[in-house]
T-cell receptor
Framework: ETGVTQSPTHLIKTRGQQVTLRCSSQ?????VSWYQQALGQGPQFIFQ???????GRGNFPPRFSGLQFPNYSSELNVNALELDDSALYLC???????????????FGEGSRLTVL | RKEVEQDPGPFNVPEGATVAFNCTYS??????FFWYRQDCRKEPKLLMS???SGNEDGRFTAQLNRASQYISLLIRDSKLSDSATYLC????????????FGKGTTLSVSS
């Protein structure tokens, strides 16, 4: 158990809908990252939040957005869902000190999204 | 070309075998390097960090060659419980941690 919890664990949406995925980070962690893992692929970095601000972003369109709350939990929002958005969405928390690299990432078990 | 490339696999080996995974990365600015393990339908978990001097953790040995931009993982005396997907990972971001994952290599150890 990593202490990182995600919800929901599974969900089904249709094209064009919007989805919100939630993540509670491990106690003491101040940084949350989101990754998308399509079937048969490695996880792909979506973005990272540090101190409630987006701190870096991968190659994902603006319809992927997020939030980090004062308690360091986070949400991933995806608008105008497409079939290719079907994937496992992984949240990872870590602790970053100042300008240094964040420490080891601890992943949640993921939210499996199916878009029909 | 993908930023992190791994042997396609799958690797099917008997118990007790030694197996080696190779990985190359394209961004010379990459900061740190890791091997993660992912069991079927589970989240990735850190197996070990990789250093230029090489590092060993029990039956697992990892090596980094920065000049060749090459990373390796050696598993000795394979166990059934080693069956999983092994992900080669680099962190290319100084201001935080943006892990770039390879596609993964699947290992199946049989008795």
């Amino acid at each position: 158990e990593t202490g990182v919890t995600q919800s929901p664990t599974h969900l089904i949406k249709t094209r064009g809908q919007q989805v919100t995925l939630r993540c509670s980070s491990q106690s003491g962690h101040n940084t949350v990252s989101w990754y998308q893992q399509a079937l048969g692929q490695g996880p792909q970095f979506i973005f990272q939040y540090y101190r409630e601000e987006e701190n870096g972003r991968g190659n994902f369109p603006p319809r992927f957005s997020g939030l980090q709350f004062p308690n360091y939990s986070s949400e991933l929002n995806v608008n105008a869902l497409e079939l290719d958005d079907s994937a496992l969405y992984l949240c990872a928390s870590s602790h970053r000190q100042g300008r240094g690299n964040a420490g080891e990432l601890f992943f949640g078990e993921g939210s499996r999204l199916t878009v029909l | 070309r993908k930023e992190v490339e791994q042997d396609p696999g799958p690797f099917n080996v008997p118990e007790g075998a030694t197996v080696a995974f190779n990985c190359t990365y394209s961004n010379s600015a990459s900061q740190s390097f890791f091997w993660y393990r992912q069991d079927c339908r589970k989240e990735p978990k850190l197996l070990m960090s990789v250093y230029s001097s090489g590092n060993e953790d029990g039956r697992f040995t990892a090596q980094l060659n920065r000049a060749s931009q090459y990373i390796s993982l050696l598993i000795r005396d394979s166990k059934l419980s080693d069956s999983a997907t092994y992900l080669c990972v680099v962190n290319r971001w100084q201001a935080g941690t943006a892990l770039i994952f390879g596609k993964g290599t699947t290992l199946s150890v049989s008795s």
